[in-house]
């Protein structure tokens, strides 16, 4: 068995979907759109065959009360980038662009090296090695 996919509410699907394509090399497929319901959503697949599945729809709310803390609900999707080097060389990038990096490069207790960065909703993206 295997997860299919993960997927997210967004309120600026474009935004989303240029972010997992330009940092994470994720390939969105056609854009689908219900006229009926106003509901939105890429697939996009990654080079290891995950798929992240963004949508939108206008009444979806959005309702957090501190995004740097642990919620209930989504906690996280983790890349793995294949070395220390790439995890650094990405948290960077993604700073130098403005995106928040909410835990740095570091070898955790369980044995990862990883960050951990907020996309453009606020979601955490861990980048392993």
Known sequence: MRIEHVALWTRDLENLKNFYQEFFSGKAGSKYVNPKTHF?????????GARLEIMKRPDVLSVREDIRREHVGYTHIA????SKEKVDTITEKLRDNGFSVVSEPRLTGDGYYESCVLDPDQNRVEITE
């Open 79 to 82: 890349f793995s980038v294949g």
């Open 40 to 48: 939105e959503s890429y697939f996009i697949e990654f080079e290891s």
